[in-house]
Nanobody, 122 residues
Framework: QVQLVESGGGLVQPGGSLRLTCVAS????????MGWYRQAPGKQRELVAA???????TYADSLKGRFTISRDSAKNTVYLQMDSLKPEDTAVYYC????????????????WGQGTQVTVSS
């Protein structure tokens, strides 16, 4: 019904930048919010940033000022600009969408992408 596909991960040196992209497709009626989460080895998945349909944003406190979330509603796409990357940012980054599908317009469901690896290392 709905697919989220992330791209843009890779290997980057400390201090570098990466831009992640997540595209949602399928029988989408409305996207209420989209967000980025990350999971490092041996750690729990944590919120990085989220953006609602009206453009309101939320960030993990530790990442404010280095990461920026944005969206293109017409393309069902959300971006994560990551600057001044540190080795501790190394993780698999997942996209999540809070989405209403055409078939069930009374409900919102969470959909996850498959994740994209970000490695920050010299």
């Amino acid at each position: 019904q709905v697919q989220l596909v992330e791209s843009g991960g890779g290997l980057v040196q400390p201090g570098g930048s990466l831009r992640l992209t997540c595209v949602a497709s399928g029988t989408i009626f409305k996207i209420n919010a989209m967000g980025w989460y990350r999971q490092a080895p041996g750690k729990q998945r944590e919120l990085v940033a989220a953006i609602t349909d009206d453009g309101s944003t939320t960030y993990a406190d530790s990442l404010k000022g280095r990461f920026t979330i944005s969206r293109d509603s017409a393309k069902n796409t959300v971006y994560l600009q990551m600057d001044s990357l540190k080795p501790e940012d190394t993780a698999v980054y997942y996209c999540k969408g809070a989405i209403v599908i055409v078939e069930l317009r009374e409900h919102e469901f969470d959909y996850w992408g498959q994740g994209t690896q970000v490695t920050v290392s010299s």
